[in-house]
């Protein structure tokens, strides 16, 4: 059956440390990957996309991998922020399949 | 406007009640997703539409649940006689695409409470 593994379910980091979050499938053929933050009694909030046919993404200090062979995506959040403390989800869509499948999500606390 | 607006917050509803749920996708964006979100698990696909189309509805258990998309009004998901079960967040999100090449965009969700 398909499987969206995020390997942590927390994450507690120093701030001004990079924090690494995994996001592993399995049975999916994807065809690009989304991250989401999501704080407490709110909606998910988009952050970045990346194709199939892309290695890595950056925004600011965040950057994605993307490793279809391992079927695995690397999140990193750079020079971390108490700020940055929240829900990190996953979310895979394929190509013909036009609905996100979520990851239970990485909660990160960057403590100051 | 730029958000996506989710009316009632909160809603508590005995077992057997009926609870409605609505939606104000953003301006422009023509495919709406209703997904559900029980404590802490991953989100469940319910039901998408294409304007005023239902686009995907293999997530919704039919039995109980229906939703709408009518021109010139927000979109609504209703349960009928609710479950125990039913409670959780249910999130609303909008796209100008099928595909959110550019994300979604998602609601603060309703808490539904069955109890």
């Known amino acids: 059956s398909q499987k969206i593994e995020q390997n942590s379910e927390a994450l507690n980091i120093q701030e001004g440390k990079t924090a690494t979050l995994t996001c592993n499938y399995t049975?999916?053929?994807?065809?690009?990957l989304q991250w989401y933050r999501q704080d407490p009694g709110r909606g998910p909030v988009f952050l970045l996309l990346?194709?199939?046919?892309?290695k890595e993404k950056r925004k600011e200090r965040l950057k994605v991998t993307f490793d279809t062979t391992l079927k695995q995506s690397l999140f990193h959040i750079t020079a971390s922020q108490p700020a940055d403390s929240a829900t990190y989800l996953c979310?895979?869509?394929?190509?013909?399949?036009?609905?996100?499948?979520f990851g239970a999500g990485t909660t990160v606390t960057v403590r100051a | 406007g730029e958000e996506v607006a989710q009316t009632p917050k909160h809603l508590v509803r005995g077992e057997g009640q009926k609870a409605k749920l609505y939606c104000a996708p953003i301006?422009?964006?023509?495919?709406v997703f209703w997904y559900q979100q029980v404590l802490k698990n991953e989100f469940k696909f319910l039901i998408s539409?294409?304007?005023?189309?239902?686009?995907?509805e293999t997530g919704m258990p039919k039995e109980r649940f229906s939703a709408k998309c009518l021109p010139n009004s927000p979109c609504s998901l209703e349960i009928q006689a609710t479950k125990l079960e039913d409670s959780a967040v249910y999130f609303c999100?909008?796209?100008?695409?099928?595909?959110?090449?550019?994300?979604?965009?998602f609601g603060s969700g309703t808490r539904l409470t069955v109890v």
């Open positions: 999100a909008s796209s100008p695409s099928s595909q959110g090449f550019g994300g979604y965009t």
């Open positions: 049975n999916y053929s994807p065809a690009y």
């Open positions: 990346i194709r199939e046919n892309e």
């Open positions: 979310a895979l869509d394929r190509q013909d399949d036009y609905k996100l499948s």
């Open positions: 301006k422009g964006h023509s495919y």
């Open positions: 539409f294409q304007n005023e189309n239902v686009f995907d």
